[in-house]
């Protein structure tokens, strides 16, 4: 009997094929391209496409109803009662409210001074104020450095607090909750939170303040951020885009509309006894202020966003403190619709219109379809499909729908109109580190709820150039800056643009390109302010 072995059932090579292994590989994408690749390719497809008009009607519908708000909604100070802070002659001081600064502090060595002397500089009554210095810092000498400025301001008659913890537990949202439990905040009508990059204007409880005291149901006055450091690097230019969008046109439209939006985190004043009925802060997110904002909201608490007052914060501008700070953001907000869309649902205080308002555009629109839809499509999706031919995409969801999409988010920051196919490119590549945060915040994985406090530099290095010190050696760390999964897809899409120039017929080419220079250049850490060491 013949002798029977496995090579007897392995051909050599595949049909057609000469020992040629890429020729194999062609065949084998031969075999499984009809019946597999392709039906999954177009699936992928129209979801994209069901995506990408999700996004279109939500960011046409902000559009329309921004146009109607600046055309013939009356301003706050109309539509709200609103009345200047007075001395009473019989009274005096006390005509003015208790109002609490809260400043949380994390090793800022750079911009604490700033912060805590626009605070001190806060015009109101000195009597009725109290500034409370929330330092969880790790570094003694930053410790000490905070504690002897609160000493200085102190000396000069200003109520100001020093108040440290033995641990970080809850990070920002367990400093916050643990400063509004001292003895002397028990007086306090408001408190204000700005964070340690924050400078606000001297008018900016005068302006703000008669808000919540005439008008009761009000919980929340928040304030724009302007940003002193916009023009440092194209980083913080493209940042200044995405954020101008979204207090213009975000936060405007769901104060106008429902007097509910995202609480900032910062810039912004509450009322006490809204954040007592709402149940205080909450550390369960990286987004306590998203949390707490909406937990108030389901009280039946109303919200009001004051465009014309700003107050001036810095912009991260260096790659690995963006990075940090996008996970942070875009993980959050995911987290927490996991862990609140039942509560929204089943609320009884709010109309049904609030609460779709809520699930459906707040959280699902844009905290989550839009970060997927933009990685998945535009990085993803659309370039496999000039690798497969067979898979078409309408030019109405390839070209027209995002060319609205981004003219629409261009009108925050007309000056930076010319950058705005750039921003196109470089959002393109965020929404990789976004699109992952989401997708962790949502089966909260390991980095759920991972807290890095992003890094600000103040005037740091503007002082180190101008003092020009000796010249440093830069300390090469390669997790900081070879990002491996950046130069994977520049490595991909470059394939696929070669691929494209080749044999393809829509010339998306041109746009694969510059695509693979942008993730090139995010893959070697060569975006924002380089630091050395």
């Known amino acids: ?15 057609g094929s000469t020992s040629d292994i890429a020729g194999q590989i062609g065949l084998l994408w031969e075999l499984i391209k009809a019946p597999l690749i392709v039906p999954l390719l177009r699936i992928s497809v129209y979801i994209c496409l069901a995506m990408s008009i999700m996004v279109f009607i939500e960011r046409l519908y902000m559009g329309v109803v921004i146009i109607l708000v600046k055309l013939f909604m009356k301003k706050p100070e109309k539509r709200y009662k609103w009345e200047p802070m007075r001395d009473d002659l019989e009274i005096g001081n006390a005509a003015f409210p208790m109002v609490l600064v809260q400043i949380p502090m994390f090793n800022e060595k750079e911009v604490y001074k700033i912060s805590i002397g626009a605070a001190c500089n806060l015009s109101w009554p000195a009597d009725r104020l109290i500034i409370q210095v929330l330092d969880d810092s790790t570094d003694f000498v930053i410790k000490d450095m905070v504690e002897k400025e609160c000493i200085r301001w102190a000396s000069k008659g200003i109520n100001i607090r020093y108040q440290i913890r033995e641990t970080r537990g809850g990070y920002k949202a367990g400093a916050l909750k643990e400063g509004l439990k001292r003895d002397y905040v028990k007086d306090c009508e408001y408190v204000v939170i700005f964070d340690a990059d924050f400078r606000p204007e001297q008018d900016f409880l005068q302006r703000a303040v008669p808000f919540l005291v005439h008008n009761p149901n009000i919980a929340l006055v928040q304030a724009r951020w302007r940003f002193v450091n916009s023009n440092e690097c194209l980083l913080t230019r493209m940042q200044e885009m995405s954020l101008d969008y979204h207090f213009t046109v975000e936060q405007e439209v769901g104060s106008s509309t429902h007097a509910f939006f995202g609480f900032n985190g910062t810039g912004g004043i509450w009322r006490i006894a809204a954040i007592n009925e709402a149940g205080g802060w909450k550390d369960r997110t990286t987004v306590e202020d998203m949390d707490l904002a909406v937990r108030a909201g389901l009280k039946g608490w109303k919200f009001l966003y004051l465009g014309d007052l700003q107050v001036k914060s810095e912009l991260p501008s260096t790659f690995k403190a963006f990075r940090y700070q996008q996970h942070r953001w875009s993980c959050g907000p995911a987290n927490l619709f996991r862990k609140m869309v039942m ?22 629109v844009r905290k989550i379809i839009a970060h997927m839809f933009t990685f998945f499509f535009y990085c993803v999706v659309l370039p496999l ?10 030019k109405w ?5 995002p060319c609205i999409i981004t003219t629409l988010n261009s009108v925050g920051t007309p000056r930076s109109f010319h950058l705005l196919f750039y921003w196109i490119l470089f959002e393109n590549v965020m929404s990789f580190h976004r699109t992952k945060a989401t997708i962790i915040g949502l089966l909260e994985a390991k980095r ?14 503007k002082n180190k150039s101008d003092n020009k010190p000796a010249p440093k050696k830069f300390r090469f760390k390669l997790g900081d800056r070879i990002l491996i999964h950046e130069l994977g897809f520049a490595a991909f899409l470059f394939i696929c643009g070669c691929y494209d120039f080749l044999y393809g017929k829509n010339n998306y080419f041109i746009y694969l390109f510059l695509q693979v220079i942008t993730f090139t250049i995010a893959g070697f850490g060569y975006m924002g302010t380089i630091v050395l060491s």
Request: glycine share 4%.
């Open 448 to 461: 759920a709820n991972e807290w890095v406090v992003t890094e600000k530099l103040g005037d740091g290095l």
């Open 397 to 401: 969801g390839a070209i027209y729908i």
């Open 343 to 364: 509560e929204i649902a089943k609320n009884k205080k709010v109309s049904l219109w609030e609460k779709f308002y809520v699930i459906y555009s707040f959280f699902f």
């Open 385 to 394: 499909t000039i690798l497969v031919p067979e898979v078409n995409v309408p």
């Open 1 to 15: 009997m013949a002798e029977v072995s496995a090579k007897s059932f392995i051909p050599e090579s595949f049909p």
